[in-house]
């Protein structure tokens, strides 16, 4: 049943999304965000290149990552993450909601790995955290732009001004929070 229902939410999802002009999808919360990432990584963006996937159906760019923390998965100096979309030669394709990242930035990123085993932003660009500095804190803070957030319950477009704003956190509180979601549960029940 659930499988069914899933199935029907992305038809639905897809069909809407090209009247709409946008992505239109389910915002995540941090949780949600944590639990369904196989990777999550705070690293620096050293390069960017766009190029066609193998069948030559669609453009993706390619981001190197110098990791500086793993917060879930296996550490490694680098990674590379690939985002829907890019210019090559004279060809470009846009796709709304996928996100994209500045070279020289800093990202709490949330991936998943696809299966032609390229790393892809977990809920597309809500899965990208860039990190800032304010008042000498760090902070971090996701995107829902070019995306159209709709009701889990209906799905039609949400009407709560909090949907359609993206997450932010303190990064130490960002940080808390991962390592928290990804502690078993406790048995509170005594025997």
Not at 62 to 74: C, F, Q
Not at 143 to 154: A, C, E, N, Q, R
Not at 182 to 191: D, F, R, S, T, W
Request: hydrophobic letters at 40%.
């Amino acid at each position: 049943m659930q499988a069914l229902r899933t199935l029907c939410v992305a038809l639905f999802l897809a069909l809407t999304a090209a009247g709409l002009q946008a992505t239109v999808a389910l915002k995540l919360d941090l949780a949600t965000l944590t639990d369904k990432s196989s990777l999550i990584v705070v690293g620096k963006v050293d390069s960017k290149e766009a190029r066609w996937d193998a069948g030559r159906t669609g453009i993706w760019t390619h981001y190197g990552i110098t990791v500086s923390e793993t917060l879930k998965g296996a550490h490694e100096k680098s990674r590379e993450v690939a985002i829907r979309g890019g210019v090559v030669g004279d060809v470009g394709q846009h796709v709304a909601g996928a996100g994209s990242l500045d070279v020289g930035a800093e990202y709490v990123l949330f991936l998943w790995k696809d299966d032609d085993g390229r790393y892809q932003l977990q809920g597309m660009a809500q899965g990208a955290f860039a990190v800032s500095e304010r008042e000498g804190d760090k902070y971090a803070k996701n995107s829902v732009s070019g995306m159209t957030i709709v009701d889990p319950k209906t799905l039609k477009p949400s009407k709560d001004a909090a949907a359609k704003q993206p997450l932010e956190f303190k990064l130490a509180e960002l940080k808390k929070q991962i390592a928290d979601a990804q502690k078993p549960a406790v048995n509170e029940e005594k025997e």
